[in-house]
């Protein structure tokens, strides 16, 4: 089970970090991501890490702003997110695979999804 918390309203410019944090599955060896979902839009990827944290993935509209990170003791991982911009706005989901994803941009690749958390950046 994944439980994502820390969204909220925040202005352009803002901060905010997001938490998920799994239970029930060995959280260390899992793949981790984030994707969101505008009103309107599809489910877009955002960042993800490896089990390893030997690597990291963004998606070009975050990098630079937004940072991925784990902590395989607390079984939760992390989006910090900075510099918000209004198509920011989104509800942010975590997601996990167990095996290493041949892409992990593709949402097919995640056997786990949390329920998602809101994120709404005013202009």
């Known amino acids: 089970q994944l439980q994502a918390s820390g969204g909220g309203l925040v202005q352009a410019g803002g901060s905010l970090r997001l938490s998920c944090a799994a239970s029930?599955?060995?959280?260390?060896?899992?793949?981790m991501a984030w994707f969101r979902q505008a009103p309107g839009k599809e489910r877009e990827f955002v960042s993800a890490?490896?089990?390893?944290?030997?690597?990291?993935y963004y998606a070009d509209s975050v990098k630079g702003r937004f940072t991925i990170s784990r902590d395989n003791v607390k079984n939760t991982v992390y989006l910090q997110m900075n510099s918000l911009k209004p198509e920011d706005t989104a509800v942010y989901y975590c997601?996990?695979?167990?095996?290493?994803?041949?892409?992990?941009?593709?949402?097919?690749?995640?056997?786990?999804w949390g329920q998602g958390t809101l994120v709404t950046v005013s202009s």
């Open positions: 029930g599955l060995t959280f260390s060896s899992y793949h």
């Open positions: 997601a996990a695979a167990p095996r290493r994803p041949s892409n992990y941009r593709d949402n097919g690749e995640y056997n786990y």
């Open positions: 890490i490896s089990w390893a944290v030997r690597s990291t």
